[in-house]
């Protein structure tokens, strides 16, 4: 089979347009055509005037090897590539204490089904609940206030993902093509089937909720075993001539269970979690992350700027955005999180603290959009040395917001010409704010660090050259956004392995090597595959 990138169609094309274009650019007859499949479709709007389709298409024909002759030097014609996933162990017949992935996260679940896939039986240990209980839990604190430490946005079967737009892409390198074994274990699970072609794939909550189930019932069915509302609260290490291994892990009503195979995938959050393995020795360094706000437009504002006249062409869908401004005073601040049609969600996960993330439907049908707006910031910002010195940055700057909301769980919020301008906001504009449990208008400026807040209000005019109305006086900012990645990285060597602790495989966003659904379940694998064969290798 063949490839062909960049075919670039009208967006309102005719149905049978695609074939020929296809024929016309590789110049071969319609009998000279076997068959034909779209891999990706994206859009090309950077003349709003006349956006374009941009098709991925593969193919073959009567005589592929007389193509690529035709067509040598071509870069947009060339072999597909191999995506079949294939596992580089199977578990032998007879193996000593099964392996344990603790986080039912993207990494987590993603992990423990490619293990269950090669015959390994893993042991699932979550600290929440199944996921059904858990978004009961969580609608609690956006309906009625109450937080439930241990189940919430942070804590649960599906992790933090479950409660976000569903992006299914990501950045990072992927030589092994693992992004299409995720994208089609999601599909297998219930995914919409468009994730296999659609340039910016995403599933919303909803769906992902139901994913989760059956992705659980495949692992169970393949010898699996899941225990919720189980915590990890110490874990025992042996040191023979001078090495760490791990031996056992101990929950939280005192259980020990023994292993020398555990994925730590706790996700970002995990902060007990963290003070426990520095506790234990586990080698980890603090990283950077960032820290700012969710700002809120009207959904028609993005579209109507990013497509013109096209805004809510059905094949387009809501428009989306990525900024990015270097300040003056040295500060990157950038867009994330983007979440089209969605709403702003309490995020936190510890008591007396409010952190804000964006979240989607399938549908992406709500009338705001919204995004983090964040600086990067580094552990010398901190203001504190140690390890977990950026956590505790996050706890003072999430507790301050708790109080600014009124220390109910509601967010503190301003509008962003009030915040320009550099007054506090006494009531709200035309945008009507969508966390909940509710906003109290305030001042976010106090916050942030002056560098963020300085670094912020330079960005957001330069935003409004690149979408017009992005600074507009009643768009909403609601604080604050601390949690866009892990405060530290648990290291690890070429096994995947903890630095200093063998048997301890530090996995994704929690461990510092990921951000997102995609690449967190691609780390996930990879760390599946290192485990499984270290354990083949020891018999």
Same mark, same amino acid.
């Given at each position: 089979? /063949?490839?062909?990138?960049?075919?670039? /169609?009208?967006?309102?094309?005719?149905?049978?347009?695609?074939?020929?274009?296809?024929l016309?650019?590789?110049?071969?007859?319609?009998?000279?055509?076997? !068959?034909?499949?779209?891999?990706?479709?994206?859009?090309?709007?950077r003349?709003?005037?006349?956006? =374009?389709?941009?098709?991925?298409?593969?193919?073959?024909?009567?005589?592929?090897?007389?193509?690529?002759?035709?067509?040598?030097? +071509?870069?947009?014609?060339?072999?597909?590539p191999?995506?079949?996933?294939r596992?580089?162990?199977?578990?032998?017949?007879?193996f000593?204490?099964?392996?344990v992935v603790?986080?039912?996260?993207?990494?987590?679940?993603?992990?423990?089904?490619?293990?269950a896939?090669?015959?390994?039986?893993?042991?699932?240990?979550?600290?929440?609940?199944i996921?059904?209980?858990?978004?009961?839990?969580?609608?609690?604190?956006?309906?009625?206030? @109450?937080?439930?430490?241990?189940?919430?946005?942070?804590?649960?079967?599906?992790?933090?993902?479950?409660?976000? +737009?569903?992006?299914?892409?990501?950045?990072?390198?992927?030589?092994?093509?693992?992004?299409?074994?995720?994208?089609?274990?999601?599909?297998?699970?219930?995914?919409?089937?468009?994730?296999?072609?659609?340039?910016?794939?995403?599933?919303?909550?909803? $769906?992902?909720?139901?994913?989760v189930?059956? @992705?659980?019932?495949?692992?169970? #069915? /393949?010898?699996?075993?899941?225990?919720?509302?189980?915590? %990890?609260?110490?874990?025992?290490?042996?040191?023979?001539?001078?090495?760490?291994q791990?031996?056992?892990?101990?929950?939280?009503?005192?259980?020990?269970?023994?292993?020398?195979?555990?994925?730590?995938?706790v996700?970002?959050?995990?902060?007990?979690?963290?003070?426990?393995?520095?506790?234990?020795?586990?080698?980890?360094?603090?990283?950077?992350?960032?820290?700012?706000?969710?700002?809120e437009?009207?959904?028609?504002?993005?579209?109507?700027?990013?497509?013109? %006249?096209?805004?809510g062409?059905?094949?387009?869908?809501?428009?989306?955005?990525?900024?990015v401004?270097?300040?003056?005073?040295?500060?990157?601040?950038?867009?994330?999180?983007?979440?089209?049609?969605?709403?702003?969600v309490?995020?936190?996960?510890?008591?007396?603290?409010?952190?804000?993330?964006?979240?989607?439907?399938?549908?992406?049908?709500?009338?705001?959009?919204?995004?983090?707006?964040?600086?990067?910031?580094?552990?010398?910002?901190?203001?504190a040395?140690g390890?977990? #010195?950026?956590?505790?940055?996050?706890?003072?700057?999430?507790?301050?917001?708790?109080? #600014? &909301?009124?220390?109910?769980?509601c967010?503190? #919020?301003?509008?962003?010409?009030?915040? /320009?301008?550099?007054?506090?906001?006494?009531?709200?504009?035309?945008?009507?704010p969508?966390?909940?449990? &509710?906003?109290?208008?305030? +001042?976010?400026?106090s916050?942030?660090? +002056?560098?963020?807040?300085?670094?912020?209000?330079?960005?957001?005019?330069?935003?409004?050259?690149?979408?017009?109305?992005?600074?507009?006086?009643?768009? =909403?900012?609601?604080?604050v956004?601390?949690?866009?990645?892990?405060?530290i $990285?648990?290291?690890?060597?070429?096994?995947?392995?903890?630095?200093?602790?063998? &048997?301890?495989?530090?996995?994704g966003?929690?461990?510092?090597?990921?951000? &997102?659904?995609l690449?967190?379940?691609?780390d996930?694998?990879?760390?599946?595959e290192?485990?499984? =064969?270290?354990?083949?290798? !020891?018999?």
């Amino acid at each position: 089979m /063949l490839r062909l990138t960049e075919l670039k /169609l009208p967006l309102n094309h005719e149905d049978g347009a695609i074939e020929m274009a296809l024929l016309a650019r590789l110049n071969i007859a319609k009998d000279q055509l076997i !068959s034909w499949k779209i891999f990706r479709r994206g859009h090309d709007a950077r003349k709003r005037s006349a956006i =374009l389709l941009v098709y991925t298409i593969d193919f073959t024909t009567v005589d592929d090897a007389a193509l690529l002759a035709a067509h040598a030097g +071509d870069r947009q014609i060339g072999p597909a590539p191999d995506l079949r996933y294939r596992f580089v162990a199977r578990a032998p017949e007879q193996f000593q204490n099964r392996p344990v992935v603790i986080g039912a996260g993207p990494c987590g679940v993603m992990a423990a089904l490619v293990l269950a896939q090669m015959g390994f039986r893993p042991i699932i240990i979550e600290r929440g609940k199944i996921v059904r209980e858990r978004t009961k839990d969580t609608f609690r604190l956006w309906r009625e206030n @109450i937080l439930t430490p241990e189940s919430n946005v942070q804590y649960g079967e599906g992790g933090a993902g479950t409660f976000s +737009d569903g992006k299914l892409y990501s950045q990072v390198k992927d030589p092994r093509h693992l992004g299409r074994k995720v994208l089609e274990e999601f599909v297998k699970a219930g995914a919409p089937e468009e994730i296999l072609w659609v340039a910016k794939p995403h599933i919303g909550t909803f $769906r992902l909720v139901t994913m989760v189930e059956s @992705i659980r019932e495949t692992i169970i #069915a /393949l010898g699996g075993e899941y225990r919720f509302e189980t915590r %990890v609260t110490d874990i025992e290490v042996s040191a023979n001539n001078g090495e760490r291994q791990l031996e056992a892990l101990i929950f939280q009503n005192g259980e020990r269970l023994v292993t020398n195979h555990a994925i730590f995938a706790v996700g970002h959050s995990a902060r007990d979690t963290f003070q426990m393995l520095l506790d234990r020795g586990v080698y980890a360094e603090a990283k950077p992350f960032s820290i700012g706000f969710r700002v809120e437009h009207p959904q028609s504002i993005i579209d109507r700027a990013r497509f013109g %006249v096209d805004a809510g062409n059905k094949k387009l869908g809501p428009a989306d955005y990525k900024l990015v401004h270097h300040a003056k005073n040295g500060r990157g601040v950038y867009s994330f999180c983007m979440c089209p049609g969605g709403t702003v969600v309490a995020a936190t996960s510890e008591v007396g603290c409010v952190v804000t993330n964006g979240m989607s439907q399938y549908s992406r049908a709500e009338r705001n959009a919204n995004a983090a707006i964040v600086v990067g910031i580094e552990p010398k910002d901190y203001g504190a040395s140690g390890v977990l #010195a950026g956590m505790a940055l996050q706890r003072k700057l999430e507790s301050g917001a708790f109080v #600014a &909301g009124g220390g109910d769980y509601c967010a503190p #919020a301003q509008l962003v010409g009030d915040f /320009l301008a550099g007054r506090a906001s006494t009531a709200l504009g035309s945008v009507v704010p969508s966390y909940k449990p &509710g906003v109290v208008p305030t +001042d976010l400026a106090s916050l942030l660090p +002056d560098y963020a807040v300085d670094a912020i209000r330079e960005a957001m005019p330069v935003f409004d050259r690149q979408i017009k109305g992005f600074a507009m006086h009643d768009a =909403l900012f609601t604080g604050v956004e601390t949690r866009t990645s892990s405060p530290i $990285r648990i290291k690890r060597d070429g096994s995947y392995q903890s630095l200093n602790t063998r &048997g301890f495989y530090p996995a994704g966003e929690g461990a510092g090597y990921a951000g &997102g659904i995609l690449s967190a379940a691609i780390d996930g694998i990879e760390v599946a595959e290192a485990l499984a =064969l270290s354990m083949v290798g !020891s018999g």
